[in-house]
């Protein structure tokens, strides 16, 4: 099912990174809107890793 909703991020924290975010020493990683722990975040697998 596609996301029924679309965020617009901005890191209020770090501009040079804006709008990624780097995950702290914690696992946790803090939006302004909301809170992921380290297993709520997925990624894409690097080009080469792909089959």
Partial sequence: ?????????KNPTDASVSP???LSS????????????????KCFAPKNDRN
């Fill in 26 to 41: 914690d696992d946790t990683l803090c939006t302004p809107e909301w809170v992921f722990e380290k297993f709520d975040l």
């Fill in 1 to 9: 099912m596609p996301a029924q909703d679309v965020h617009i991020m």
């Fill in 20 to 22: 990624w975010y780097k």
